[in-house]
């Protein structure tokens, strides 16, 4: 506190400069608070304040730019390659190419460069990281599609049945094709129904809807579903094959539901085993260490 007195009655002009300075940028300082958190000013400003706020700004920004992105690159290999990747991914949403783009490209490379700078001048611990990014994602896509696809196999038997009663009752294979997303309770597989009959409503081209049906299940169930339904709109009957391919669509859903039953049975036998043996250590470790001490005390007598 002394050597700041000091300091004032020595520069007295400077002192005054700087705190008539400091006065008005805090002033200032204070008065864009205020109008910032101030509750009569917001509810006044209304819906003017969420659109001019920075992340309102930002947001439109990076949506602009990515639309722009998508609207030029649309045609190119690498963005198809990337469409087909984010549908078979399960990412949905506006932008799912942008976003699938972004973690498997662009965030290797994000990370590459902020290890870059920390590490300066090294390069392997960037390469690492970037590496340990992209193959991280590559797992967390690859299991992404494996779950759509196990869904796929655990409520086919609904479609399939759907389908042959609708049939069996005398609608039409395409009458029942628009409203089969309806018996699945799945939101995933639904959206993929939903979409399938949205394009076949629009288009009445059944190879378009089964493609966007086969962009996200590109298994051997899905095109067994696609031959199923495209043989049904050709020839107009297919009651048959649907009920074949509903007790097999059963067979593997039962064997899923059996694979999930035999998981929970191991998972529970591995937890109690754990948790025993907790608990068994817990009491053997004290009791080893007072035998030990008790035979030290023997033997030292």
């Known amino acids: 506190m002394e050597e700041i007195m000091v300091f004032i009655n020595t520069h007295r002009i400077f002192t005054v400069v700087m705190l008539i300075i400091n006065i008005i940028l805090n ?3 204070v008065k864009r608070i205020d109008l910032k958190i101030n509750k009569n000013i917001n509810e006044a400003k209304g819906r003017r304040l969420v659109e001019n706020s920075i992340y309102r700004k930002c947001t439109y920004t990076v949506i602009k730019y990515v639309n722009n992105y998508e609207r030029r690159c649309g045609k190119t290999r690498i963005y198809k390659w ?9 990412f949905e949403g506006n932008h799912p190419v942008s976003t699938y783009l972004f973690l498997q490209l662009g965030l290797p490379i994000l990370l590459f460069i902020i290890a870059f700078i920390l590490n300066f001048p090294s390069f392997k611990e960037p390469i690492k990281v970037s590496i340990l990014a992209y ?5 967390v896509i690859a299991k992404r599609k494996k779950r759509l696809d196990m869904k796929l196999q655990r409520y086919g038997y609904k479609i399939y049945k759907y389908l042959h009663n609708q049939i069996v009752s005398g609608i039409k294979v395409t009458d029942a094709i628009k409203t089969v997303y309806e018996v699945i309770e ?10 399938m009959a949205a394009r076949y409503e629009l288009t009445l081209d059944i190879d ?7 962009s996200v299940y590109d298994t051997q169930e899905g095109e067994s579903f696609c031959v199923a339904v495209k043989q049904g709109i050709l ?8 009920a074949r391919q509903e007790n097999i669509m059963f067979k593997k859903y039962f064997n899923y539901i059996q ?17 025993t043996a907790i608990i068994v250590t817990m009491i053997l470790v004290p009791f080893f260490f007072e035998a030990s001490d008790a035979i030290g005390k023997l033997f030292s007598y």
């Open 208 to 214: 378009a809807a089964l493609d966007e049906f086969k």
């Open 82 to 90: 990337a469409k087909n990747r984010a549908k078979r991914g399960g």
């Open 135 to 139: 193959i991280t994602v590559e797992i």
């Open 259 to 275: 694979a999930e039953t035999d998981a929970c049975k191991t998972r529970s036998i591995a937890a109690a085993i754990v948790f």
């Open 235 to 242: 020839t107009g009957d297919n009651q048959n094959l649907l």
């Open 186 to 195: 799945d939101k995933d597989l639904r959206d993929v129904l939903l979409r």
């Open 27 to 29: 002033s200032t300082l």
